[in-house]
């Protein structure tokens, strides 16, 4: 019997994992990615022999019987991605109102260190604590049990703000501020990100939390080699310009303007507006095309990359996130004169338990609109205009870090930006967006983007199908790839392979 061929449009890490999980279910896979790097936001760069990471600073739940783990050992990426653990006392330190507050890996550790602070509120901690757990423990598929557990909480919550959720169980104003300072991982807005969305980040992380050793770039570079291991090819270079329908279905897609590839079926791991751009068929409808341009998307980001002089900046084990105001909230929301009003600084890994840091990142929020004058423009194009903004940005972050930190400027030996607008060059997310399209509990059903289309052999996959981060991306990966195997075949090969761990 012929293999059925399945082409997957991008490299990342949804489009990727799509690609290893139906290779080794026998389809024949190929993965093209138009520029001459895969992984996405795996993907790491260098500068003066300095290495970064793009996107992927760390992940979580990755100790033996966890849920990233298990997914890992399916994958076969276990043995590839060396890891390098966080402080389990403080993975995240956040900087508010003059005070420092950890967030300690595991429940009664976790519990205990924030009750430290807020000592009248440790019963409200243990609620809020069990009620995290719960939320995410209802999903089947972040908890990968194959029935779901409790399908009315899991609604619920995705229907309530986190705000108003904190705003149930706690009296105590900055502690409610305090468990939102590190929503720069999922670009949360008040009143509008679901609880549910926090409660997976947050349980996620609290079962543990680790960088990958040497860059997160290694993912990809596994992945690929698992796809080429089943028979599955990986091609660079290869920008689809067009998805190829006939009355009824996807036949095949166009590369680089000019060379036709025939497929069975169809995987998009690009963002829903990109995929559309690709399709000129009657098959999908106008009204689904205004719904995905209609989407909100989160928030941009501006980077600064930091090289450090050797031997001198003390390696930080954990995520440090400092705020200018009083508060995590509404920092999407700011003037010229007022940004930036929060920002996330964490350190690069490059050995296991480095003694000092060779690089670093800041990160914080812009918006594409800032950029507009440049819209359009091409990397390393946009003009002396464009790299003074840059500058003026950068100075802006590193004096908003000094701080905290006085001594990092002396500390530097040079460094480098980016904005929403080379994020977009290179993963063509709408508007530079962090994590593509955003939760919101106004918009219900209306604000998913389904795994299916109406073109029956196209299928999505990647961070906008379920979650961004590597476990809300695998997820969505799971999600699609149940359209070929179903969930059940999935499920139990994941049993399967993290047997005798």
């Not at 403080?90 to 003059?98: E, I, N, R, T």
């Not at 996330?344 to 918006?367: D, N, W």
């Not at 359209?483 to 090969?493: C, G, N």
Request: with cysteine; charged share 20%; hydrophobic share 35%.
């Amino acid at each position: 019997m012929q293999q059925k061929k399945v082409v997957v449009i991008g490299s990342g890490l949804g489009g990727l994992s799509t690609g290893v999980i139906l290779a080794k279910n026998g389809y024949q896979v190929t993965v093209l990615e138009q520029g001459q790097q895969i992984g996405g936001c795996l993907q790491c760069f260098s500068r003066y022999g300095a290495k970064y990471e793009t996107g992927m600073h760390f992940i979580g739940s990755v100790v033996p019987g966890q849920t990233l783990r298990k997914l890992m050992n399916y994958l076969e990426l276990t043995a590839d991605v060396p890891l390098s653990f966080l402080d389990q006392s403080g993975y995240d330190v956040v900087a508010l109102q003059g005070e420092q507050f950890c967030f300690a890996n595991g429940r009664e550790p976790f519990i205990e260190t924030m009750s430290s602070y807020f000592p009248r509120q440790r019963d409200a901690l243990a609620r809020y604590f069990d009620l995290v757990s719960r939320v995410a423990g209802a999903s089947s598929l972040h908890s990968l049990k194959y029935a779901e557990s409790d399908a009315a909480i899991n609604t619920e919550f995705q229907l309530r703000a986190i705000n108003d959720v904190l705003d149930e169980l706690f009296d105590d104003e900055l502690l409610k501020r305090v468990l939102v300072g590190n929503l720069p991982l999922y670009a949360a807005e008040q009143d509008k990100t679901p609880f549910s969305t926090h409660a997976f980040i947050m349980d996620f992380y609290n079962q543990s939390a680790a960088r990958v050793v040497g860059g997160s770039d290694s993912i990809a570079t596994s992945l690929k080699n698992t796809i080429l291991r089943y028979g599955g090819t990986v091609k660079t270079r290869q920008k689809v310009t067009k998805i190829v329908c006939d009355e009824a279905k996807a036949t095949g897609v166009v590369v680089n303007d000019d060379c036709f590839m025939a497929a069975d079926t169809v995987v998009s791991a690009i963002h829903p507006m990109r995929t559309l751009e690709l399709l000129d068929t009657k098959l999908i409808r106008p009204a689904f095309r205004r719904r995905i341009h209609a989407m909100p998307q989160t928030v941009g980001g501006f980077s600064v990359y930091l090289e450090f002089k050797p031997g001198v900046v003390p390696y930080m084990n954990h995520n440090f996130y400092g705020y200018a105001g009083d508060t995590p909230w509404n920092c999407e929301h700011y003037t010229e004169e007022t940004w930036p009003k929060g920002y996330l600084y964490m350190h690069f890994c490059h050995e296991r338990a480095p003694k000092f840091a060779h690089t670093g990142v800041i990160l914080s929020y812009m918006q594409m609109e800032d950029l507009q004058p440049w819209w359009g423009t091409k990397v390393g194009r946009r003009g002396d205009d464009y790299e003074a903004f840059k500058r003026r940005k950068a100075e802006q972050l590193l004096d908003a870090l000094g701080k905290q930190f006085p001594d990092i400027r002396q500390n530097l030996v040079r460094y480098s930006t980016a904005t929403p607008l080379t994020y977009y060059d290179y993963t063509g997310t709408e508007g530079g967006s962090m994590y593509g399209i955003a939760k919101d509990i106004h918009l219900g059903a209306a604000g998913r983007v389904p795994q299916r289309t109406k073109v029956p052999n196209l299928f999505m996959t990647g961070q906008n199908i379920n979650s961004h981060g590597m476990l809300g991306v695998l997820v969505g990966s799971i999600v699609t790839c149940s359209e070929f195997l179903t969930a059940k075949t999935i499920y139990d090969q994941i049993i399967q392979s993290n047997q005798g761990e």
